[in-house]
């Protein structure tokens, strides 16, 4: 592996004072992709869609006895963006996802993931009973 180099930058300021900073040069050759897309199986790619994820919100959203436009408000976030959450029109966002957390106990496992079993079994249920109410 190629450690970086130091730059070094002198700076003199207007008291007697002498200021160094540095700064690590990484050369061109090591510079990462802007973006890494880690190998994901068919089925977890699948359950990370905004569709499904939209879908998982909706039942945590019914699961709290509230409205679409009361979610949003809780969350302080315009009801559209809610509503295309909801809907699998748009991305949830790392913010809205954290305070969904926070606020419902609900987990990341399975908001992105859809993973049922770190939720707390109260929840589990009330979402399970309305998802088979929808299904059937």
Known sequence: MH??????????CQSSKLEIATKA?????LHMPAKIEPKLSEALRNEMTPENIGR???????????KSSEMADLLDI??????????GKRAI?????????????VTLDF?????????????????RAIDLAKKS
Not at 98 to 105: G, K, P, Q, T, W
Not at 117 to 125: F, M, Q, V
């Open 93 to 105: 966002t790392e913010p809205v996802a954290a305070m969904l957390v926070e606020r419902f106990d």
């Open 3 to 12: 450690t970086p180099e130091l730059m070094t930058i002198m700076v003199t």
């Open 111 to 127: 908001l992105i993931l859809g993973r049922w079993d770190r939720l707390p079994y109260e929840l589990a249920e009330r979402m």
């Open 25 to 29: 040069v990484i050369p061109h050759c």
């Open 78 to 87: 315009p009801r559209t963006y809610w509503s295309r959450f909801e809907g």
């Open 56 to 66: 998982r919100l909706m039942l945590l959203r019914e699961a709290q006895n509230l």
